[in-house]
């Protein structure tokens, strides 16, 4: 079963992996349009918010995934993908859910703004080296990571987005406010419709494999979440800030994964089954978490 699950390839075309591809590309510029300057001075006076969501996001989150890895020994292509999705930023539909929980929206898009950014050197530094040392502890040899290549996708995916967003939005002010908006909401919905869409074409190898997968996503995604909330607390920061920053480490672009898995590892079943479930379940959780933090129950201020 490992071997066929590691020979899988997916029902996923180069048409589709383009659309993908220009999906997050406007995803990111839809992000970088929403940026808003003077809702981020207290951010700036007040720093720790960032600086804790990011260490959760890049640091926390990535050495927990390995030793959640190292403990239950899933399958190689799949320990791979849980790897790759803790080396991702997190997702900006994360601001979405933030908001719906009550955190600190405000802090919330400046994470992704940062982790957008950070995520073109970051994520290739955390896949690389937790990945080296899961294959050279002997459990995976069969896949080349080349360093490089992922650091040029992650750059032109991100980065260049990015910026150009900031740009258009500096050069043309009154019509970024019309359509900022309205492209955030879409470009959301245009990568969720596709995630769904491939995931349903290829419902046959999940329901062949789901449980290889399922409960793996699930509490892989539930420590992320748990993780970033305590890591939070531990550092003193507010419940509202707490919220966000569970939101921002639990919630991954797992958008990005899918692209470097089909554009550097040849679409490795394991490695995309994990990315793929990945991103409909954190959508589902998104909802669940951000209904809980919302009131469902009381969380301590202390």
Request: proline share 3%; with cysteine; charged share 10%.
């Amino acid at each position: 079963m490992e071997n066929n699950l590691q020979q899988l390839q997916l029902n996923f075309t180069e048409d589709s992996l383009f659309l993908l591809n220009l999906s997050l590309a406007f995803i990111m510029f839809g992000v970088a349009l929403g940026l808003d300057r003077k809702k981020f001075v207290e951010i700036t006076r007040n720093p720790k918010g960032v600086v804790v969501g990011f260490l959760s996001q890049f640091l926390l989150l990535p050495a927990l995934t390995f030793l959640l890895v190292y403990f239950i020994k899933p399958m190689p292509g799949l320990a791979l993908g849980m790897i790759l999705v803790a080396a991702c930023p997190g997702g900006n539909v994360s601001n979405f859910f933030s908001q719906q929980a009550g955190g600190n929206v405000a802090l919330s898009i400046s994470l992704t703004a940062i982790a957008t950014v950070g995520a073109v050197f970051f994520t290739p530094i955390n896949f690389e080296f937790w990945s080296n040392l899961y294959v050279d502890g002997g459990m995976d040899k069969t896949i080349e990571l080349e360093f490089w290549k992922l650091f040029k996708t992650v750059l032109l995916l991100l980065f260049i987005p990015l910026v150009l967003g900031l740009w258009f939005s500096s050069k043309f002010k009154k019509t970024t406010q019309i359509i900022a908006k309205p492209i955030r909401i879409v470009s959301l919905l245009i990568l969720i419709a596709f995630i769904v869409i491939a995931f349903l074409k290829n419902l046959d190898i999940f329901s062949q494999y789901y449980q290889y997968i399922i409960y793996i996503v699930l509490l892989h995604n539930a420590i992320a979440l748990g993780a970033g909330y305590l890591f939070a607390k531990i550092n003193k920061l507010s419940v509202q800030d707490r919220k966000t920053i569970s939101i921002e480490t639990g919630i991954q672009n797992s958008g990005l994964a899918l692209v470097i898995i089909f554009t550097l590892f040849d679409g490795n079943g394991g490695m995309a089954l994990m990315a793929a479930w990945w991103g409909i379940w954190h959508i589902i959780s998104g909802f669940i978490i951000s209904s809980i933090y919302s009131g469902n129950f009381k969380l301590k201020t202390g």
